[in-house]
Nanobody, 126 residues
Framework: QVQLVESGGGLVQTGGSLRLSCAAS????????MGWFRQAPGKERQFVAR????????YLSDSVKGRFAISRDNAKNTVYLQMNSLKPEDTAVYYC???????????????????WGQGTQVTVSS
């Protein structure tokens, strides 16, 4: 089993930035594609970003393109989500997820991921 722990959430004003981190326990982390999802109050969990196991391919949802970036450091077993130009609509609990299937596709469904962190709260004030 892979354990994922998110950190870096907090309260930020509109237009500000945050960087979320997700630390993984598994030594095989470098072979997992990783994703970020978010869930706002009263909403279903939504895909945000995905990065391939090598870090060479990234995919972002339309709502965050141009503002967010996903990256990873396999030597540190960590994936990051850099969030810039934050808006109140970005307020949500952000979850890190791991895809161990090895399928090299831009998968955006919750069912495509095997392991999940507990989430970290991001609040953007207007």
């Amino acid at each position: 089993q892979v354990q994922l722990v998110e950190s870096g959430g907090g309260l930020v004003q509109t237009g500000g930035s945050l960087r979320l981190s997700c630390a993984a326990s598994a030594r095989t982390f470098s072979r997992y594609a990783m994703g970020w999802f978010r869930q706002a109050p009263g909403k279903e969990r939504q895909f945000v970003a995905r990065i391939s196991w090598s870090g060479g391919d990234t995919y972002l949802s339309d709502s965050v393109k141009g503002r967010f970036a996903i990256s990873r450091d396999n030597a540190k077993n960590t994936v990051y989500l850099q969030m810039n130009s934050l808006k109140p609509e970005d307020t949500a609990v952000y979850y890190c997820a791991a895809d161990s299937s090895g399928i090299p596709l831009p998968r955006s469904l919750i069912s495509s991921y095997d392991y999940w962190g507990q989430g970290t709260q991001v609040t953007v004030s207007s």
